[in-house]
């Protein structure tokens, strides 16, 4: 399982009509990630984190040709992070 991290900018939108597009595929999402929190950083960014238990079928969605207009005529670019737990001594 890989904890992912994604900025999510918006060049053509707001966080609310991402927001809206990003809900409506809760159920494709469910199929290859969990544990999803959606972070509302401004008016133009969001940060997702998520635990990816099937990153090909991530990549699959967000390779899908409609998935991909949308982000287009949207202005939405993504930077995805691997994240894992740093090391803390005394915890």
Known sequence: ???TMIV???KKSN???WKKI??????KQAKFMKD????HVDE???VVTSDVFDPEGMQTHVSDPELGKIFEE???EHT????????VPGL
């Not at 990003?22 to 159920?27: G, P, Q």
């Open 22 to 27: 990003f809900d409506e595929h809760a159920e």
């Open 36 to 39: 999803t929190l959606v972070g």
């Open 8 to 10: 999510v900018k918006m």
């Open 15 to 17: 966080f609310s009509e």
């Open 74 to 76: 949207m202005g939405i």
């Open 1 to 3: 399982m890989l904890n």
């Open 80 to 87: 995805v992070y691997m994240l894992q737990p740093a090391p």
């Open 44 to 46: 133009n960014t969001a």
